[in-house]
Nanobody, 124 residues
């Protein structure tokens, strides 16, 4: 089993920044992909961005491209989501997820492991 623990959510004003962390522990596999998803109240879970751990390649949803950045710390098995220029529409619960393989997939159905989620609220 792989355990994922998110941290770093909170309340921020529009235009502000937050950094989320996702620490992975437990059984690991040689090649895996990790991603951030978010789910706003009453909406479906949507892809925010992801990283292929072996290559470091990153991918982003159009809605966050240029504002959000995903990075990793191999030694800590931790993925980060730096969120800048936050907007009220970014308000959601943010989840990190992991799947074996190198491909970052946009569908949440393809991810085997999930964190508990962390709330991000952006006030106008």
């Amino acid at each position: 089993q792989v355990q994922l623990v998110e941290s770093g959510g909170g309340l921020v004003q529009a235009g502000g920044s937050l950094r989320l962390s996702c620490a992975a522990s437990g059984r690991t596999f040689p090649n895996y992909a990790m991603a951030w998803f978010r789910q706003a109240l009453g909406k479906e879970r949507e892809f925010v961005g992801g990283i292929s751990w072996s290559t470091g390649s990153t991918y982003y949803a159009d809605s966050v491209k240029g504002r959000f950045t995903i990075s990793r710390d191999n030694a800590k098995n931790t993925m980060y989501l730096q969120m800048n220029t936050l907007k009220p529409e970014d308000t959601a619960i943010y989840y990190c997820a992991a799947r074996p393989g190198t491909r970052v997939i946009l569908s949440p159905l393809q991810y085997n492991y999930w964190g508990q989620g962390t709330q991000v609220t952006v006030s106008s």
